[in-house]
């Protein structure tokens, strides 16, 4: 299993008495697509945060290329190659959308830690932040500010700054959410792209969308993992559909 | 991001140009003033650049000021140093250590956490200064006049700061250069990440920043200068007491920035100026002058949110010729918000 890029033992975290990841123990192969999915409050924004770094974990380790980064900070995670995308949109509103592009992409410097310079005269910087505009299409609204921007381009500029750190792992925590259905064709169409060469964790209610670029599914409920499978396999499986798909179909009457 | 807009450049080096020329016709006294807003101002701003850049409201600034104001004076009334190449780099590296350690500490909490620890380390950096017999007690020391710093080239005295006329240019010169020091650490990459962090910590986290170390250089930075003001303050006055590091200090300066404008470096220039004149120019009327200076900053706070520096931004706007350019109203006003 050397083609694993990140896998996860016992994964647990708690809050209070609430137990929101529950003994994930999961494996992502490098160069697929696996997404997660599962109702509300079933514990998979947890698990990012927990892949992530930007919360520690209660029990259980989490491997990066073999590696132990069970106790990494959210900002070493990041420089080891893993991305992440916010749910709750987390831009900087009163930035740019390319002066939020560059923060992500000046972070892959070998430091910030330069005073002297302008920042402007770090011409690679630069070119990362371009290419990762135009990767989530903004390239247009390159000057506007953040939080000027409609909120389905909020989304997309959400994932450009974490495709501007140049990440070979990402995790995308609902990126489609509250997208208008053109955007959404969009963002699909560059998750497609990136999938090309890049591993994608991906959590999304969309099921067209997850279904049009997974490669492997995962079904969380109550911060368990309930099957992992592929597309064909999981819209098989009767435990699923009862526990979830069923469950989407009841909430809508 | 923060920028300053051209005509303020313009209006700034006029007003370089104004304090140059001051002194050859000003009365003495408004030209002692004027040194003394200068160095408060260099202290001011470098403030600003925790509050209104990094998102660090520090409530405990006058301890690097003090250290720098003691490190001066120990050195003058203790060693009998007046050599500058002497004393501003045990000034520095002092206000330097101390803010690492104080900073290392304070950078671990955030908001009212952040505020209360700070204070409490410049209480207690104050009544070390104020309690222990070796640091002259609570009246502080005078220093000798003719021991003040000065910079010398083997025998010829470049600079002697005891002369105020050479002390006035020396802060103007130094309140100048703070100023382009800080404007070009603002730009680099370093400055890019600290406004990130103000604006938004945990996603300049998320991006793979180490955002204690980025708080922790800017506290350390602001410290230093913060000391270097301190360091002009005693050389000035030839006078240092532990009130240099009181918190009334620090609320000074915290008031200051805001009533100038954070986040603009030249608001807390402004911000000095006005505050220092206002209150030589109330106090000569009433005895109640406390009473209309508070009066004066609830006012400002109230009907100028982002300070003296942001009604000059709008004047200064104006100022300039309308372009027809779609773009740009829309970008000033999400600034105006933000700060
Ligand atoms: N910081 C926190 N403190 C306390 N409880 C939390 C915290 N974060 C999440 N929870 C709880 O943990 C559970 C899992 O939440 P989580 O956000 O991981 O679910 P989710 O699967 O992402 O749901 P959704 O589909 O709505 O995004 C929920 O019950 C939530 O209320
Ligand atoms: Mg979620």
Redesign the pocket.
């Known amino acids: 299993m050397s083609d694993v890029i990140l896998e996860t033992d016992g994964l647990s975290r708690t809050?209070?008495a609430?137990v929101?990841?529950d003994g994930v123990t999961l494996s992502f192969r490098r160069g697929q697509v696996h997404a997660i999915i599962?109702?509300?409050?079933?514990?998979?924004?947890?698990?990012?945060?927990l892949l992530s770094g930007e919360?520690p974990p209660s029990a259980g380790t989490i491997k990066l290329r073999g590696r132990d980064i069970t106790r990494a900070k959210a900002d070493e995670v990041s420089l080891l190659g893993v991305g992440r995308s916010f749910?709750k949109t987390n831009i900087f509103q009163s930035f740019t959308c390319f002066e939020n592009c560059w923060l992500g992409a000046q972070s892959r410097l070998p430091t910030s830690m330069r005073f002297f310079r302008p920042a402007s005269v770090y011409r690679e910087v630069e070119a990362r932040a371009r290419r990762a505009i135009e990767l989530c299409g903004l390239t247009h609204r390159c000057d506007t500010p953040a939080g000027a921007m409609s909120y389905g381009e909020q989304r997309q500029l959400e994932i450009g700054m974490m495709l501007a750190t140049e990440p070979e792992l990402l995790l995308l925590?609902?990126p489609l959410a509250g997208m208008g259905s053109e955007e959404a064709v969009q963002v699909v169409e560059l998750l497609k792209r990136l999938a090309a060469d890049h591993t994608l964790i991906l959590?999304e209610?969309d099921m067209d969308a997850v279904f049009a670029v997974a490669d492997l599914l995962t079904v969380?409920v109550n911060?368990r993992v309930l099957e992992t499978g592929t597309v064909e396999q999981i819209r098989a499986s009767k435990a699923v559909r009862e526990a979830y798909l069923g469950d989407e179909e009841g909430g809508g009457h | 991001m923060p920028r300053t807009p051209l005509p303020i450049y313009v209006l700034l080096a006029l007003g370089a140009v104004a304090l140059a020329v001051y002194p050859l016709f000003g009365d003495v006294f408004y030209v002692r003033l004027v040194a003394k807003v200068m160095v408060l101002a260099i202290f001011a701003m470098s403030l600003d650049l925790l509050v209104g850049y990094a998102g660090l409201v520090s409530f405990g600034h006058a301890a690097f000021f003090g250290v720098g104001a003691y490190a001066t004076a120990a050195l003058i009334a203790k060693a009998g140093i007046a050599d500058m190449a002497i004393i501003l780099p045990v000034v520095l590296v002092a206000a330097a250590v101390a803010a690492l350690v104080i900073g290392w500490f304070s950078i671990r909490t955030s908001g009212i956490y952040f505020i209360m620890i700070t204070l409490a380390f410049a209480q207690m950096l104050y009544f070390f200064f104020h309690d222990l017999p070796f640091w002259w007690g609570a009246d502080g020391v005078n220093l000798p006049r003719r021991g003040l710093p000065r910079l010398a080239f083997g025998d010829t005295v470049i600079l002697d700061l005891s002369d105020r006329t050479v002390f006035y240019y020396v802060a103007l010169a130094c309140l100048v250069l703070a100023f382009a020091l800080l404007t070009i650490i603002l730009r680099s990459p370093f400055g890019r990440v600290i406004v990130g962090i103000r604006v938004n910590e945990n996603r300049v986290r998320a991006l793979g920043y180490n955002v204690q170390n980025y708080k922790l250089v800017a506290f350390v930075i602001a410290g230093t200068l913060a000391g270097f003001a301190g360091f002009l303050e005693a050389s000035r006055t030839a006078f240092v007491a532990p009130a240099h590091l009181s918190w009334h200090e620090s609320g000074l300066v915290l008031v200051i920035v805001l009533l100038g404008g954070m986040g603009t470096l030249y608001g807390p220039i402004l911000g000095a100026f006005v505050l220092v004149m206002l209150e030589d120019w109330v106090s000569g009327i009433t005895e109640f002058w406390l009473l209309v200076m508070g009066l004066f900053v609830i006012l400002v706070v109230l009907f100028l949110p982002n300070g003296i520096a942001g009604l000059v931004s709008t004047l200064a706007q104006r100022l300039r010729p309308p372009k027809p350019d779609v773009g740009k109203p829309v970008e000033r006003e999400v600034e105006a918000a933000d700060v």
């Open positions: 809050f209070g609430l929101a990841v599962g109702p509300n409050g079933a514990g998979k924004t947890t698990l990012i945060n919360l749910q925590d609902e959590i209610h969380m911060g």
